[in-house]
């Protein structure tokens, strides 16, 4: 039975692991959720206009919480000596206890993400508080350009010109791949802080984070490396004018995402592969 799969057997792990996922993590869920709660209410009671931006990045900083949080909190017994033989002597594959394990850690970014946008949406409803501008979109560029455009609103500023227009067209190139590429950071940021779960048996979430600062360390550098071998720069010294300037720009970034995804991707891969396998031989 080890490495079967069978649908009602299956249904019976996700129902067990639920109720430990409610009675561990639901409040923090709720809390996470409630981020951009504070930010309305810090408008409110200081009256002022909250840019989408900086709700955008709550928002994020949310998601990427939950990533970070789910494995250890929810999860964090199930390598224990004690507590862990429960979890070992459950009726059911190692395959189920893996898909239940990766089902409740992967979709607590995404429980987060749309209970978040849902209540920043209905706090921006409200004739009250600072929240003025709907959040349309969670691209980087197009959020920076509707930041942009708010500050403009304030400010009176003409956000119009040669700058804002060669933005505007690097942005459009940037966010086409942007969505995918989150979704691969989210991905693999959840695979790794599972792996780290079962991995180290204290200081669980601290070790992974420190693993995750040094795996990050190393793709950048080999990105790095590779950008020198193929003379891409994010910018050009012997070229001055704007559109030229924000060309190489759009050319770098399109590559640091591409090899973003690459590495990440394979990692992904490699940590799930690697989380299987440690389930199958964990040892009490």
């Given at each position: 039975m080890n490495n079967t799969f069978n649908f009602n057997r299956f249904g019976k792990v996700l129902a067990a692991d639920g109720r430990k996922y409610y009675r561990n993590f639901s409040i923090t869920v709720a809390i996470l959720s409630s981020l951009t709660l504070v930010l309305w209410l810090l408008t409110l009671v200081f009256s002022f206009t909250m840019p989408t931006f900086v709700r955008w990045g709550m928002i994020y900083l949310a998601v990427a919480l939950a990533c970070i949080m789910v494995p250890a909190?929810?999860?964090?017994?199930?390598?224990?000596?004690?507590?862990?033989?429960?979890?070992?002597?459950?009726?059911?594959?190692?395959?189920?206890?893996?898909?239940?394990?990766?089902?409740?850690?992967?979709?607590?970014?995404?429980?987060?993400?749309?209970?978040?946008?849902?209540?920043?949406?209905?706090?921006?409803?409200?004739?009250?508080?600072?929240?003025?501008?709907?959040?349309?979109?969670?691209?980087?560029?197009?959020?920076?350009?509707?930041?942009?455009?708010?500050?403009?609103?304030?400010?009176?500023?003409?956000?119009?010109?040669?700058?804002?227009?060669?933005?505007?067209?690097?942005?459009?190139?940037?966010?086409?791949?942007?969505?995918?590429s989150h979704i691969v950071r989210i991905v693999f940021?959840?695979?790794?802080?599972?792996?780290?779960?079962?991995?180290?048996?204290?200081?669980?979430?601290?070790?992974?984070?420190?693993?995750?600062?040094?795996?990050?360390?190393?793709?950048?550098?080999?990105?790095?490396?590779?950008?020198?071998?193929?003379?891409?720069?994010p910018w050009q010294h012997e070229v001055n004018t704007a559109s030229m300037d924000m060309e190489s720009l759009t050319n770098y970034t399109t590559h640091a995402m591409l090899l973003g995804i690459i590495f990440r991707s394979l990692l992904a891969v490699a940590l799930y592969v690697g989380l299987f396998f440690k389930l199958k031989t964990q040892k009490y």
């Open positions: 909190k929810a999860f964090g017994d199930i390598n224990l000596q004690r507590e862990g033989i429960r979890f070992a002597m459950m009726p059911a594959s190692n395959l189920e206890k893996f898909l239940s394990y990766a089902f409740f850690c992967l979709l607590t970014p995404v429980v987060v993400f749309f209970l978040s946008w849902g209540l920043d949406s209905l706090l921006t409803a409200l004739p009250l508080g600072g929240y003025s501008h709907y959040i349309k979109s969670f691209g980087i560029m197009e959020s920076v350009q509707n930041f942009a455009m708010e500050m403009g609103e304030m400010t009176e500023a003409d956000m119009v010109g040669d700058d804002y227009e060669a933005f505007q067209a690097f942005s459009g190139k940037f966010d086409s791949g942007y969505l995918f940021t959840v695979g790794l802080f599972m792996f780290g779960n079962l991995l180290f048996k204290t200081h669980k979430t601290a070790k992974t984070l420190a693993c995750m600062i040094g795996i990050s360390y190393v793709i950048t550098m080999l990105m790095q490396s590779y950008f020198l071998s193929r003379g891409i720069y």
